[in-house]
């Protein structure tokens, strides 16, 4: 029996899923056992919607946060090039429509310039800086050029280049591009002083002296960059970064897998890679491929929701999902006799920050993971909270649930207070809605994971790395 069902069946004995969802499990796989088409057609309509409305449709420019005014995160335009897909597969764009956005954006970013000079430029070596300003797409303030950033948009020109696979010459041109952006990307660069991949680099600073050195959202990073076709970095870096790994693995919350504390990081990459059945040598000494370790972190998270040790208002089993999101900002409040600590935008999660803030993204994106205990979470949350946290683009980013027994007169520093409810945010993020509708997608029909099956540089990456096993081992 696979860790898949026998996670089920566990769900099953302990009253979390029932017997009947057990015996129809279908190994992981969207569809079978789930029904509520009503909830996911209208969340991933709203949410595919935020990117087509906000983007800037001659560059591709999306901007990190709105209705608030904001510069443009690259992360996001990464996740707006897999929106434009799902929406033309959905029917509400067209395909015309989503090339022409898609080719749009990949031109921009393949002729904006390059350079170390501190200001004017979009980027340096193929990477490109964490925010840009939304008019003409420069380098924003002083923010560093980011790796993981860059991978996020990077991953998501790939899956363009993938997707258009006609003989149309829009479609052959977005291959083209995808294949330039990635090729251009300074690898062995970005080590600087190594051992590993630095977070980032900025003209006035030089390298970020922290490197992606622990288990995190930077799996999809490590495959990216050992699988470059131009500027690979040495397969050994995977195994000198997956030693590490020892440092998160364990038992967290009732479940035993590698643990990070905001759901994001058990996300991101596998928005693009499907990691189902393949396994490196880490991965095959501890029993399980990288989807069921999602799995179980998401677990671990309604377990804690359940345990609520903080005592927090509103958590429960139908009631959870810590991430980074926004929050009410930075100050504390004494409510019911008890001292809280509250916080502005942070990463979230159990044994990490907790200040009562949910996201919502947090579940949504975990749908391919564990699509009962999600659906049934969101229904129940939308139920409950309703129209001030659901809106025109779906789920606002956050919620704070506790702070519905803030003393009069204390008002936040970001959001508002709505009455019944708590703290709510008046933002949607871009690195937050991207999940949400490319996991549906891919638990509905695996759109963007079969796209990615083909990519040549995901292929690469995972086999230099000693990935083997599944989809993997016919892959070419």
């Known amino acids: 029996m696979d860790e898949t069902r026998r996670g089920v069946i566990r769900l099953a004995s302990l009253g979390l899923v029932s017997a009947t969802a057990a015996r129809a499990y279908p190994s992981g796989k969207g569809g079978g056992w789930i029904s509520n088409g009503a909830l996911l057609d209208d969340l991933e309509q709203r949410t595919f919607r935020w990117f087509w409305d906000v983007g800037n449709p001659a560059t591709g420019l999306v901007p990190d946060r709105w209705p608030s005014k904001s510069f443009c995160s690259i992360a996001a335009v990464g996740f ?3 929106a434009y897909a799902i929406g033309a597969e959905r029917g509400w764009i067209s395909r015309a429509q989503a090339r022409e956005r898609t080719l749009n954006t990949l031109r921009f970013f393949a002729t904006a310039p390059q350079g170390e000079a501190a200001a004017g430029m979009t980027g340096h070596r193929g990477f490109f800086y964490h925010f840009l300003d939304m008019q003409r797409g420069r380098r ?6 980011s790796s993981i950033d860059t991978v996020l948009l990077l991953a998501g020109a790939l899956f363009a280049g993938s997707y258009y696979d006609s003989d149309h010459p829009g479609e052959a041109e977005i291959r083209r591009l995808a294949q330039y952006l990635n090729g251009r990307v300074d ?45 690979p970095i040495d397969p050994a870096i995977w195994r000198r970064w997956t030693r590490n790994f020892s440092y998160s693995w364990g038992d967290h919350w ?39 370790n999602s799995r179980r972190a998401t677990r671990a998270q309604r377990n804690y929701a359940i345990a609520n040790p903080g005592q927090w208002a509103a958590y429960g089993s139908d ?6 999101c926004d ?13 809280r600590e509250f916080f502005g935008y942070t990463a979230r999660g159990p044994d990490r920050v907790d200040d009562g803030t949910l996201a919502p993204t947090a579940m949504a994106s975990s749908i391919a993971f564990e699509p009962q205990l999600v659906l049934s979470g969101l229904a ?17 980013d956050a919620f704070n649930p506790t702070l519905a027994k803030a003393p009069a007169g204390r008002e936040p520093e970001h959001g508002r207070l709505v009455r019944g409810v708590g703290w709510v945010d008046v933002d949607y993020l871009g690195i937050d809605q991207g999940p949400i509708v490319g996991m549906i997608a891919n638990y509905r029909n695996e759109l963007i994971w079969r796209a ?7 292929i690469a990456g995972l086999k230099r790395a000693g990935f083997t096993g599944g989809w993997l081992d016919s892959a070419r």
């Open 327 to 339: 929050g009410p900002g930075d100050f504390k409040l004494v409510i019911d006799g008890r001292e």
């Open 254 to 292: 009732g479940e035993r897998h590698l643990s990070f504390g905001s759901l994001f990081g058990h996300q991101y990459s596998h928005l693009w890679i499907d990691f189902r059945g393949i396994r490196d040598p880490w991965l095959r000494a501890h029993g399980l491929d990288l989807f069921e």
């Open 140 to 145: 924003f303030e002083t923010v560093e050029l």
């Open 187 to 231: 690898w062995p660069w970005m080590l600087g002083k190594g051992p590993l991949v630095s977070m980032g680099w900025s003209p006035e600073q030089g390298f970020i002296p922290s490197q992606w050195d622990r288990f995190n959202e930077a799996t999809i990073l490590y495959v990216l960059a050992i699988g470059s076709p131009t500027h």
């Open 380 to 396: 129940a949350m939308k139920r409950r909270f309703g129209p001030a946290i659901y809106g025109r683009y779906g789920f606002l």
């Open 452 to 458: 990615m099956r083909r990519s040549p540089p995901v």
């Open 80 to 82: 707006a090039l897999n």
């Open 319 to 324: 009631c959870w999902g810590l991430t980074a």
